[in-house]
């Protein structure tokens, strides 16, 4: 039976690592929004879903994993219940339905599926008994993480449907994906790519050709790119000073507190900055996999794993955006980025790390 | 269940992921290293390109002003509708939402975005001009989804209402290509194309300031940075005399032709008018095609200003010339008379005299009076076509007088040498006979003939005619040494031909001193008329001449007055006599009177 694991357990380190990169975050939403009376208060605001996100950390980090393993079936039902529900009582935004709302929340389903996979892949994946897997083992990982995929890519929302491809893929590599089968999956992946393309929407489509060629649509998605290179550019070595970006003050970067956050991050502080937040980042990331090392079992470390997948795809597509080598989609940078549901989520995942970090000397 | 028998995850993996995403950050870092280190210049120069917007301050360009000082061309102050497309990068998607608000066809507003095409970013370009005050609430309502439309203050040029003065003053219109390359103007800058404004374009053009100000994403105005003061245009006082001008363009009222009036002492030139006109105001802002078509295609040749472009026979009043180098080469020092049937054999050809039944007998001083063609044939032949050519020279007809006016003609002075050279033919002696009474392969300028007959009058002292005022500057002179007999002789005469019953009765006026000479120019031989058969039709017919002056000794207003189809040299008689009283009118009252407004034809003010 699980024994009562103390909060001096939590891993410090990585707290204080979460802590500075989510100050920084903080501090360039001050200087994105302070000047702005449309987004007056967003920092406190931000703190405060910091505070709640961190009180939810704490309880999730106090609950043993185990036991969220354990209820993993009913969690993937209630998540395709949920994602179905999206699609049928969604409201609807921007001509999408991913909102559902619930008792005067509003929340996103598809920011706790990402949650759900984790935990559902960590429980299939860390049952297995072999050290290879097979094909039909792969074959029902597909089925797992695909169903969700495709119902939220129905919303449509490609962006958050493509974040639960790295879990997946990181899980099934970790969990002993022979290399043969790697290679063929990877040769599948591309021949189906222009398959692919046929299922995009107009929308997606104009934001991959304006992302192949930002000349093609300077108003949209490929304006919005040039505006956050010549932000991220015109920052220097050492920035512009907190507060005195142009491209940030005047408005030029796109949704500046939250996808875009590190194009104002980088004008107004510079490459220094930069060094610094992603050094940190870096050091958070590699933090994630020693943890995933040293968990007490296999569940424990894919579930450890597939929160790192998670960042560390977020962060690689959106810093990539930011510097244009992405295309343009709203996936923001956990920690940094402006957004309750996802602060939330981001703390929430993060409590996991905890809950198994916190019991990597415990044996069943 | 064996606990420990669970395969735990391969550590080779883990560190396979540690290094990728090392890799993964390492690279985001090479990027920031490529845009804010090694590119970081090109950056900062978009990004205040971003944030910095420079609007023009348009400079007002100058005034004309008459020699008192009376405001004859001003400028209003309008609005225009300015495109910016600096770091707007596709305006096409709001084309044709500007095209509805602006009310103007979409194809049109293309045109014009097309016609700016190769211009710097930075430049705004004009889609309106003016605004109405539909077009500024649109512009207003709109600031924020339309932010690449601004209003612009720009100085509209306003001309006198009904064309007066329009060949003088000329209008001003969008720089060509051509001129951009020549001087360096930039594109969509309002420049002289004509008369004076073309002339003295570099003093009235002014330079234009600008404002250059932070504007955020949207466009919108957030602070200014700085300002360079636009340096308006220059003002310029010109020659002209409000007074009379108003005679000379209500003397010409409906009529085609040309009147030009000068002080021959300074060559100031006081009037000068050309019919039929045209009004400038159509040119301040783009023309339509369709009235520039109308403006150029008509046969009338509005556009023409005729007091300097108008190249044509004399006729009689070149009887001036021939008589003064008569009287230089001594040919009437002894009595000279010469007897008039009505016509005249010269050189086996028979030439009629203008009044068929003949003058009789006929001194110099009558022939001048009652215009005698038999007597000036007889004077012709003995002068012969050289010495013709070389005093009508020397008194600048057939050369431009270097009026400050663009695209002044020449004109011509025929002789053999020319002949031979141009029309590869031996010059015949009859022609020296046409040309002796101004007919034939002769053209002159009514702008020559104000000078060469001013400066004659004059005493041989030829002021070079100028419409800018710059008393402190001396006129520019060209001394002829003439005998004083003859400028003595030769005025008595032309006093003669307006108060002896001459050919200018018609110029007379009480208690002034005015003297002239008329002259009948045919646009077609008559002997070529009646070879073709046709009878004499308006466009066929004659020219009439007039030029006066007054007072006889030392003049000091000399007039030309051309009317095209006028029948008779008396008839333009009539209009230099108005020009003369306007002007004693004015000298007599002593002042110039003030102007309410822009002077208007239309509109005269009744002393």
């Not at chain 1, 990585?14 to 007056?40: C, D, M, Q």
């Not at chain 1, 939250?258 to 940190?280: P, R």
């Not at chain 2, 472009?309 to 230089?328: H, R, Y």
């Amino acid at each position: 039976m699980p024994r009562r694991v103390r909060y001096r357990e939590l891993d410090w380190f990585l707290l204080g690592l979460v802590l500075l990169v989510a100050a920084l975050g903080l501090l360039e939403i001050y200087s994105t929004t302070v000047n702005h009376p449309r987004f007056a208060n967003m920092h406190v605001r931000q703190l405060s879903w910091m505070g709640l996100g961190l009180l939810v950390m704490l309880v999730v980090a106090r609950l043993d994993y185990h036991t969220l393993l354990d209820q993993a079936p009913l969690i993937y039902i209630a998540t395709l219940g949920g994602l179905v529900a999206v699609l049928f009582l969604g409201r609807e935004m921007f001509g999408a339905r991913r909102w559902l709302e619930v008792g005067g929340f509003t929340f996103q389903v598809s920011e706790v599926a990402k949650w759900s996979i984790i935990v559902v892949l960590a429980k299939f994946l860390g049952e297995l008994r072999s050290e290879t897997l097979t094909w039909k083992d792969m074959a029902k990982v597909a089925v797992l993480a695909g169903v969700p995929i495709v119902l939220i890519a129905a919303q449509p929302d490609l962006g958050t449907a493509l974040t639960l491809v790295p879990i997946a893929a990181t899980g099934v590599f970790l969990a002993g994906l022979r290399w043969k089968h790697a290679a063929a999956l990877v040769l599948m992946a591309v021949l189906l790519l222009p398959v692919g393309w046929f299922l995009l929407r107009p929308y997606q489509r104009e934001r991959v050709l304006a992302f192949a060629n930002p000349g093609h649509s300077p108003q949209g998605s490929g304006y919005q790119t040039m505006q956050s290179k010549i932000a991220v550019g015109s920052g220097a070595f050492w920035g512009k000073g907190m507060g005195k970006g142009s491209q940030n003050q005047l408005g030029f970067i796109p949704v500046r507190h939250a996808e875009f956050i590190v194009a104002a991050y980088a004008e107004e502080q510079g490459f220094a900055g930069v060094l610094l937040a992603l050094g940190l980042y870096l050091t958070l990331l590699l933090r994630l996999l020693h943890n995933a090392e040293t968990a007490a079992d296999r569940s424990g470390a894919l579930l450890v794993t597939g929160v790192f997948s998670l960042l560390a795809f977020h962060l690689l597509v959106n810093v990539g955006m930011v510097l244009g080598w992405m295309p343009v989609t709203g996936i923001p940078l956990p920690l940094m980025s402006y957004g309750g549901s996802a602060t939330l989520s981001t703390f929430m995942m993060l409590g996991l790390v905890m809950s198994v970090r916190m019991r990597r000397f415990v044996n069943l | 269940m064996d606990l420990h028998a669970e395969p735990r995850l391969p550590s080779p993996r883990l560190a396979l992921l540690r290094y990728g995403i090392a890799a993964v950050v390492v690279l985001l870092l090479v990027g920031f290293w490529q845009l804010q280190v090694v590119r970081s210049d090109y950056y900062a120069n978009l990004a205040e390109r971003n944030r910095i917007r420079t609007l023009p301050l348009m400079a007002p360009r100058g005034l004309l002003q008459d020699r008192e000082g009376r405001t004859l061309v001003d400028h209003v102050p309008t609005f225009s509708v300015i495109l910016i497309r600096e770091h707007i990068g596709g305006i096409q998607d709001s084309l044709p939402a500007i095209a509805r608000g602006l009310n103007v066809e979409p194809a049109a507003l293309q045109a014009r975005l097309d016609e700016f095409k190769e211009a710097p970013p930075y430049q705004p370009i004009v889609l309106k001009d003016p605004a109405t005050l539909a077009d500024i609430a649109f512009i207003e309502a709109h600031r924020i989804d339309l932010p690449e439309l601004e209003l612009l203050l720009m100085y509209r040029r306003r001309y006198p209402p009904g064309g007066f003065g329009a060949h003088l003053f000329g209008y001003v219109g969008e720089t060509t290509p051509e001129e951009i390359a020549a001087a360096g103007y930039q594109l969509g800058d309002l420049v002289g194309k004509m008369g004076l404004e073309r002339h003295y374009n570099s003093i009235l053009m002014g330079a234009n300031g600008e404002r250059r100000v932070i504007v955020d994403s949207r466009g919108k105005e957030v602070d200014k940075l700085d300002q360079k003061k636009p340096v308006p245009g220059r003002p310029i006082r010109l020659t002209l005399d409000y007074d009379v001008q108003l005679a000379a363009e209500q003397a010409l009222a409906g009529r085609q032709g040309a009147v030009v009036a000068l002080d021959p002492r300074t060559g100031d030139i006081l009037a000068m008018v050309s019919h039929p006109g045209f009004d400038p105001t159509l040119f301040a802002t783009r023309i339509p095609p369709e009235q520039w078509r109308a403006l150029t295609e008509d046969p009338a040749k509005p556009l023409l200003n005729r007091v300097i472009q108008a190249q044509l026979a004399p006729g009689s009043v070149f009887k001036i010339v021939v008589a003064t180098a008569a009287l230089e080469e001594g040919l009437f020092d002894r009595p000279f008379t010469v007897y008039c049937p009505g016509w005249a054999n010269h050189y086996g050809r028979t030439f009629r005299c203008w009044v068929p039944q003949g003058h009789g007998l006929v001194n110099p001083h009558r022939a001048i009076v009652e215009s005698c063609d038999v007597f000036f044939y007889q004077v012709g032949r003995q002068l012969g076509i050289e010495r013709i050519a070389r005093y009508a020279r020397l008194f600048g007809l057939g050369s431009a007088t270097g009026v400050d006016l663009p695209s002044e003609a020449g004109g011509l002075i025929p002789s053999p040498e020319w002949k031979q050279r141009v029309q590869k033919q031996p010059w015949y002696d009859g022609e020296t006979i046409s040309v002796a009474i101004g007919q034939g392969p002769i053209m002159v300028t009514p702008l020559q003939l104000a000078y060469a007959v001013g400066g004659i009058a004059s005493g041989g002292v030829f002021a070079r005619p100028r419409l800018l005022l710059e008393p402190e500057t001396p006129p520019q002179i060209h001394r002829v040494s003439l005998k004083p007999e003859t400028v003595a002789f030769l005025t008595d005469a032309l006093w003669g031909v307006v108060n002896e019953n001459g050919t200018g009765t018609a110029a007379r006026l009480p208690e002034i001193d005015v003297a002239g000479k008329t002259g009948t120019a045919q646009l077609v031989g008559f002997d070529t008329l009646r070879r073709v058969g046709g009878r004499p039709t308006r466009t066929l017919v004659e020219n009439a001449w007039f030029v006066g002056l007054a007072p006889r000794r030392n003049p000091e207003i000399v007039v030309v007055v051309l009317l095209e189809h006028g029948e008779h040299g008396a008839s333009a008689a009539p209009l230099a006599r108005d020009v003369i009283k306007a002007y004693y009118d004015k000298k007599n009252r002593g002042g110039a009177r003030q102007l309410a407004g822009l002077p208007s034809a239309a509109s005269p003010e009744k002393n």
